[in-house]
């Protein structure tokens, strides 16, 4: 959706509300109530109770409901009861890459299993060419033996982390194009891939 006003074009794009501990499911059921194109993504945790384990469902970034909105207009969302502000830089509202809430939410409906992850700056960038997740870019980390690629938030400094096999991932070049194959010539072996 596109609101001229003196010439000039405003889009919607996503921002983080920054919301109270726990009022992350309502303030995003109140938020489409109104209107505003929301996003909550969950997913399930294993919490322990005194006697059994539960699969109890979790916000992904736990404090924090994405809306998609025109800045001039997001006063309704600010009078929600949990909301405590948008995140921003002093008064100004920061928004969130469309490709970054893109990524988690293929990320998310992938099947596979995802959880928070900690924010990484450096690292590995790499392309998923094949899986449910193909054509996603992201970081590569290894946990407990396990392949997982890292998706953030710049913004927010929050990231997810998506078990993968390891075999689905191409490295990134700095410019982020996939790596070309080298191949080195061995005088016993003939071509082989590096």
């Avoid at 920054?18 to 489409?32: K, Y």
């Avoid at 294993?46 to 979790?58: A, H, Y």
């Avoid at 309704?76 to 948008?86: A, E, M, Y």
């Avoid at 997810?160 to 390891?166: K, M, N, S, T, Y």
Wanted: glycine residues 8%; proline residues 7%.
């Amino acid at each position: 959706m596109s609101i001229e006003k003196t010439g000039e074009s405003i889009s919607e794009q996503w921002y983080a509300l920054h919301v109270q501990s726990r009022h992350e499911r309502v303030v995003s059921t109140i938020a489409r109530g109104k209107g505003y194109e929301e996003y909550l993504p969950v997913y399930q945790s294993r919490r322990r109770w005194s006697d059994r384990f539960k699969s109890v469902e979790c916000a992904l970034f736990p404090g924090y409901v994405f809306c998609r909105l025109d800045p001039r207009y997001r006063l309704p969302l600010l009078t929600i009861p949990g909301v405590l502000r948008f995140v921003g830089v002093g008064n100004v509202l920061a928004p969130i890459d469309d490709e970054e809430i893109s990524a988690i939410r293929t990320a998310m409906s992938s099947g596979l299993s995802a959880e928070p992850w900690p924010f990484l700056e450096a690292g590995q960038r790499v392309r998923l060419q094949e899986g449910p997740l193909a054509g996603m870019e992201g970081l590569l980390v290894e946990v407990r033996k396990r392949y997982r690629v890292v998706v953030s938030v710049t913004l927010l400094q929050r990231s997810v982390a998506v078990e993968i096999e390891r075999e689905w991932v191409a490295p990134l070049s700095a410019s982020g194009r996939p790596m070309p194959v080298q191949v080195m010539r061995s005088p016993a072996a003939g071509l082989q891939q590096i």
